[in-house]
């Protein structure tokens, strides 16, 4: 059990770095100002082409520079690169490529002349994600909705939209961080002082919190100490009556799932300024 609650808190550190930084797995894309996750890699295709992904002078394969002599692999956690793009005025362009190993080169503007590049080799259709992030199908994201393009070198020749949150004033809004904030705060309300006082955790703790398409609720324990059992209770107490959710179409959506991370200075205040 306790393996299985390790395994869980690295899920939670992996989506974490999704929901509060740049997403590193996925590439980007701007559109009108906003920017949100491109479920295509259209570098892909140049690559083909070219036949190798040397891009600057830097190879994407091997995180390194042709001429750079290095006896030692550099590894990454995820892809070795997630490229960002812009949208504007029906057009597709390449602006920066992020890589898992910290360089100062521009690629993009050494590859190609500019830092702003038409993606003219581009025909396909791709999609990205619109409106807040409402939870996960293992470590793809699901929104509210997907905007479908269909590019033909590089311009949108089409496009479809479609939107998985039904939305009703009655119910209760699925948004992943709206969830993850509204359920913690109300736990730490439910914990009296002698309660917090009697918990006995270095690094805090996990809850994982499922809702079911019928509305019910699922809370799984942080782990088996007793410690994990105060949370779970208290957690089970809060979320006496909590409200039924928005319903979301996506047929990937169900359970939904959101991981609370306790740390020891939200059950503690006294550690906040230590």
Request: proline share 3%.
């Amino acid at each position: 059990m306790e393996q299985i609650r390790i395994i869980t808190f690295i899920i939670f550190v992996l989506l974490s770095k999704n929901l509060l930084a740049s997403r590193g797995t996925f590439d980007q894309i701007i559109v009108n100002g906003d920017t949100t996750e491109l479920m295509a890699r259209p570098l892909e295709q140049y690559f083909f082409d070219k036949e190798n992904k040397i891009i600057g002078n830097f190879n994407l394969n091997t995180l390194k520079f042709v001429d750079e002599k290095l006896d030692y692999s550099i590894l990454c956690t995820a892809n070795n690169y997630h490229a960002i793009w812009k949208l504007e005025n029906d057009s597709l362009f390449l602006i920066y490529i992020h890589t898992c190993r910290k360089i100062s080169e521009d690629l993009v503007k050494n590859e190609f002349g500019s830092n702003r590049v038409f993606a003219n080799w581009v025909t396909d259709t791709i999609k990205y994600l619109t409106g807040e992030l409402l939870g996960y199908y293992i470590y793809t994201p699901i929104h509210e909705g997907e905007q479908y393009l269909e590019l033909k070198e590089g311009k949108v020749v089409g496009t479809r939209h479609i939107n998985y949150l039904v939305r009703d004033d009655t119910l209760l809004y699925p948004g992943y961080k709206f969830l993850t904030d509204t359920i913690k705060t109300l736990i730490l309300n439910e914990l009296d002082e002698s309660e917090r006082d009697s918990i006995d955790t270095q690094y805090g703790m996990i809850l994982e919190v499922r809702f079911w398409e019928n509305g019910e609720i699922t809370v799984f324990p942080p782990n088996e100490t007793i410690s994990g059992q105060i949370v779970l209770r208290n957690a089970k107490e809060a979320l006496k009556g909590f409200p039924k959710l928005m319903k979301v179409t996506h047929e990937r959506f169900y359970p939904q799932s959101v991981l609370i991370y306790f740390s020891r200075e939200s059950l503690f205040p006294k550690y906040r300024n230590m």
